[in-house]
C-alpha cells in the first residue's frame, strides 16, 4: 500500500539569506559541527512541510531509479543534459543505480517539463492533486515541486518532479528548480529556513549542492540506515555513523567533494 505523497514546493517570493564564501579555516564551520548535521538530518529528512504529521519514518530508495524525462517544451536537449549530469552527481553520492529510461512504463521517477499555463491541469493529472485546498497552494506558491510515494516499509517505490520552466526562468531558477526538486525525492523532502547553506532552504541563495547536502545525503545513503526508521531507532545510528573516522573525514573535505560533477560548474 502507498502512503499519501509529499511535496516539497521550491517556493517563490521569500527573502534571502545572504551567505558570503568562507575559506576553510583551523574551527569547524557551523554545520560542520556533529551535533548540527545531526540536527539538520532529522529536521530534513523527519519532517514534512506538507502532511498531517510534524514528524515521521525515514524514507529513501532501495532500488535502482530508472528515470523518464518527459519535456513538453522547445528545449528538451538542454533540459536532458541539466537532468543527465545531476543525476550522475547524485548516483556519485550516495551510491544509487540511477539510469534513463526511453520508456515510461519502465520509469519509477517521472520528470516533467511544462508550463505555466499547463500547470494547474499537470498538478491533478500528473501528480494527482485533487485536493482543492492544497492544488490552489501550489499552484500560487510553488515555482516547481516534487512528489514521493512511500510503501509502509518506507521504502520510496516512486516519485515525480514537475518543473513549469517559464515560470523557473522567471524567478532565476530553473537549475534550482532541478538539483532541489531531484534531490529531494531521493528523501531529503523537506525545507526549513533552520538548516543552511543548503537547497532545502528556500530563503538562502543556494541554487546547488552545498557541502551539508553533501553530508546530508551521504547520512541518508549510508548502508546501515533502513527505510521506515523512526527518530527512536536513528538517534544512536546517527550518533555512530556520524563520529566515525570515515565521516568525520568527509566533514572536512565536503564542499570539494559536492563540487566534483555538481552543475554550478557550468557557470564557470
Sequence with gaps: MIR??????LAAGLLSLSLSPMAF?????HWQQTAYIQDSFYTI????????????????WHSPIRFYIDDRTADRAL??????????????????????????DKANLH???????????????????NKPSLHQQLLTDS?????????????????????????????GKLMACVV???????????????????IFNDRSFNDFLSGLDYLLLKLLYHPDMKAGMNREKLQPLVA???????????IHDAQRHVQNGSLENWLD
Design 111 to 129: 520528470i516533467i517539463f511544462s508550463s505555466e499555463t499547463a500547470l494547474a491541469g499537470d498538478l491533478q493529472q500528473d501528480l494527482g492533486i
Design 240 to 250: 555512530d555513523i556520524v563520529s566515525a573516522e570515515a565521516f568525520q573525514s568527509l
Design 4 to 9: 499519501s505523497p509529499f511535496f516539497s514546493p
Design 45 to 60: 529528512a523527519l519532517q514534512r512541510e506538507h502532511g498531517s504529521k510534524p514528524e515521521t519514518t525515514l524514507s529513501k
Design 143 to 171: 515555482v516547481c515541486l516534487g512528489r514521493i510515494s512511500v510503501a509502509d516499509n518506507g521504502q520510496i517505490k516512486n516519485a515525480a518532479v514537475l518543473i513549469p520552466v517559464d515560470r523557473a526562468r522567471a524567478h
Design 79 to 104: 533540459h536532458e543534459r541539466m537532468v543527465k549530469q545531476h543525476m550522475q552527481h547524485l548516483a556519485a553520492i550516495t551510491g544509487l543505480s540511477v539510469t534513463p529510461t526511453a520508456r515510461i
Design 25 to 29: 579555516a583551523t574551527e569547524l564551520l
Design 180 to 198: 532541489e526538486e531531484l534531490t529531494q525525492v531521493l528523501g531529503l523532502v523537506n525545507d526549513s529556513t533552520a538548516v543552511y547553506p543548503s
